[in-house]
């Protein structure tokens, strides 16, 4: 294959793996407060067909929109345990997060901020990938698919490992003044998929919230391709 996307996850196989070692105590995080938290009484009194809507649920999320000509998709279930779930839902924000500053252009954009832990890896690489796509010009079209979601508990509380599949065969660079797909260099098309771990952690303020605190990655694992 000729032509390729210039992904996000192009760093990961270089990323040291620190889905161990990151599991430390909570870093700083910002006050974020929702509507309602604390209010125990109502809950209490929600019946359990009329589940009370939980903190994270209230929370202001930032809103992502992407253009016509850019798709990333999530095909998997989610899982039955409740924690899973939501630190699946929010690994799935933190990846689409890093694709829409890409297509805004905008290393500090504050969607990708909302999904991690303040000057975590997972920061770091977020950032830095937004502005490797800005320094060369390049946004993204096409579909970028990821599939094959598992999540297992972490070392440390309140921590989960997400690991799922994404397939990079049908997005491409975009050179962001022309429109034009941009060509790449991967000829095996086992090169376009990868497995994707994010290790992500439950805020100790607001239950249900989860952010990513590392991610790392490996090119052509069987698994997914």
Same mark, same amino acid.
């Given at each position: 294959?000729?032509?390729?996307? $210039?992904?996000?996850?192009? &760093?990961?196989?270089?990323?040291?793996?620190? $889905?161990?070692?990151?599991?430390?105590? %909570?870093?700083?995080?910002?006050?974020? /407060?929702?509507?309602?938290?604390?209010?125990?009484?109502?809950? &209490?009194?929600?019946?359990?067909?009329?589940?009370?809507?939980? &903190?994270?649920?209230?929370?202001?999320?930032?809103?992502?929109?992407?253009?016509?000509?850019? /798709?990333?998709?999530?095909?998997?279930?989610?899982?039955?345990?409740?924690?899973?779930?939501?630190?699946?839902?929010?690994?799935?924000?933190?990846?689409?997060?890093?694709?829409?500053?890409?297509?805004?252009?905008?290393?500090?954009?504050?969607?990708?901020?909302?999904?991690?832990?303040?000057?975590?890896?997972?920061?770091?690489?977020?950032?830095?990938?937004?502005?490797?796509?800005?320094?060369?010009?390049?946004?993204?079209?096409? *579909? $970028?698919?990821?599939?094959?979601?598992?999540?297992?508990?972490?070392? &440390?509380?309140?921590?989960?490992?997400?690991?799922?599949?994404?397939?990079?065969?049908?997005?491409?660079? /975009?050179?962001?003044?022309?429109? %034009?797909?941009?060509?790449?260099?991967?000829?095996?098309?086992?090169?376009?998929?990868?497995?994707?771990?994010?290790?992500?952690? *439950?805020?100790?303020?607001?239950?249900?919230?989860?952010?990513?605190?590392?991610?790392?990655? %490996?090119?052509?694992?069987?698994?997914?391709?």
């Amino acid at each position: 294959m000729n032509r390729r996307t $210039l992904p996000a996850v192009t &760093a990961l196989a270089t990323v040291t793996a620190l $889905l161990l070692t990151a599991c430390g105590g %909570e870093s700083s995080e910002p006050d974020e /407060k929702s509507p309602g938290a604390g209010k125990s009484s109502a809950e &209490a009194s929600a019946s359990p067909s009329e589940k009370a809507p939980s &903190a994270a649920d209230q929370l202001d999320r930032p809103e992502m929109k992407f253009p016509s000509d850019f /798709k990333i998709t999530f095909d998997w279930q989610e899982p039955s345990d409740p924690d899973a779930a939501a630190a699946l839902g929010d690994a799935e924000n933190y990846i689409k997060a890093i694709h829409y500053g890409i297509i805004k252009q905008d290393p500090e954009d504050a969607a990708y901020k909302f999904y991690i832990e303040p000057f975590s890896q997972a920061h770091t690489y977020a950032k830095d990938q937004i502005q490797q796509y800005v320094d060369g010009g390049w946004s993204l079209m096409g *579909e $970028l698919q990821n599939t094959d979601a598992k999540v297992v508990k972490g070392d &440390a509380a309140r921590t989960r490992l997400v690991t799922f599949c994404q397939d990079e065969s049908k997005a491409f660079g /975009k050179d962001v003044e022309t429109g %034009e797909e941009v060509s790449g260099n991967a000829n095996d098309p086992k090169d376009l998929h990868y497995s994707i771990t994010v290790l992500m952690r *439950e805020s100790e303020k607001t239950d249900g919230y989860w952010r990513a605190v590392s991610i790392e990655g %490996e090119q052509g694992a069987a698994e997914c391709v």
